[in-house]
């Protein structure tokens, strides 16, 4: 008898010109096809998101003065800009198989869509978006309908603070899922009153893959890297002390930098800025780094990916995911303050490798019983 493979949609933020975003909803999609399921991003990018990453700058919720300040950057760095989103843009085409497809926009759009299983997340998909603040009730289940099983996976959100009216909205969200796996351990705690099943911790889904199948992907890069050792810096969040120590340090061990930020600013050049690489140059810089320095979640996750002796410095809005994974690892040394008065020990991977696979095996193993149970 021919076995039916059970036909899967991915619903997340694979469309944010973020790395780690896009690279996250590769891995889970990759992680299933290796699984045998048919696989599919379906292409919801709705009005709110679409104006978190225009071609030109959405400036309705600036002063004028900021506004003014904001077009003139835009139009010295529009260049790179678009260099930069035709990169993102070629990976979603390419590596998330929306070559041919046009983004849904509404809601109702996604109504009669049929699969047997959809996964939500990862990612902040379970966010208050920064300019509405409201949650996307698409993302907590409740579209599309004709659906035989919903599951969350690796569901994050950008505040843990919740209101009344917040947790009324939450408790009939849930409804809507057969199993719920989340990101943060805080954010489980804050959620498990609220649903009737246990929810659990898992992995985020760049783990779910191995570090060999992210080599495959890297191969692909035509980037040059530098000859000499460099140190990789990824930020998020702009802060002149935390720029001043990675140059310390880097001039302490005689690395060069090579810098990788959220978006384009127009007046950082030279080698030493790589301003419009694409998700893959993101890991091939990364994956070979000597050290690497990062704010974000998904720097550290990659960091620990390729064996990295890496630092989280200066992480602000993102302090709570980046730290549930460090004290998880036991790597919670590797969040620090000032790294001008650090004395960088490697670290034992042969230690931390093992808690990585058992966590791994956990996160694989319920989400493969929550599609298949």
Do not use: C
């Not at 719920?180 to 498990?192: K, T, W």
């Not at 191995?210 to 992907?217: E, I």
Request: proline share 4%.
């Amino acid at each position: 008898m021919e076995i039916v493979k059970q036909n899967i949609g991915i619903l997340t933020f694979h469309r944010a010109h973020n790395y780690g975003a896009m690279l996250q909803a590769y891995a889970l999609m990759h992680f299933l096809d290796t699984k045998g399921y048919s696989v599919e991003i379906i292409d919801y990018w709705p009005s709110e998101m679409r104006e978190e990453y225009l071609w030109v700058p959405n400036f309705r919720y600036r002063n004028f003065l900021s506004r003014f300040k904001g077009l003139i950057k835009f139009l010295i760095g529009a260049p790179n800009e678009l260099k930069r989103r035709k990169a993102f843009l070629l990976f979603v085409s390419e590596h998330l198989r929306l070559k041919k497809h046009r983004p849904y926009i509404l809601a109702e759009q996604l109504q009669q869509l049929k699969y047997d299983v959809v996964i939500y997340g990862s990612d902040q998909i379970w966010r208050k978006h920064p300019f509405t603040l409201r949650f996307n009730s698409v993302y907590w289940g409740e579209y599309p309908i004709q659906v035989k099983k919903k599951i969350a996976y690796g569901a994050s959100s950008n505040i843990i603070n919740f209101d009344k009216d917040d947790y009324i909205f939450i408790e009939k969200m849930l409804k809507n899922f057969n199993a719920v796996g989340v990101r943060e351990s805080d954010f489980a705690r804050i959620l498990q009153p609220y649903f009737s099943k246990s929810i659990e911790i898992v992995i985020d889904p760049v783990f779910l893959i191995d570090r060999n199948d992210w080599a495959k992907l890297i191969s692909s890069s035509k980037l040059q890297i530098p000859r000499k050792p460099y140190l990789f810096f990824y930020h998020l969040n702009y802060n002149p002390a935390i720029i001043q120590s990675v140059e310390n340090i880097a001039r302490n061990y005689n690395l060069e930098i090579v810098e990788v930020r959220g978006r384009i600013f127009p007046f950082k050049v030279g080698r030493r800025y790589q301003q419009t690489a694409s998700p893959i140059d993101f890991l091939k810089l990364l994956s070979n780094a000597s050290i690497v320095v990062t704010n974000s979640f998904h720097g550290t996750a990659f960091s620990i990916i390729f064996e990295k002796d890496f630092f989280v410095l200066g992480a602000q809005k993102g302090a709570h995911r980046i730290s549930n994974i460090l004290e998880r690892l036991g790597l919670e040394e590797r969040m620090v303050q000032n790294l001008n008065l650090l004395a960088i020990q490697p670290i034992n991977y042969a230690e931390i490798n093992p808690k990585i696979k058992e966590w791994q095996n956990l996160s694989r193993q319920f989400l493969i019983n929550a599609i298949e149970k």
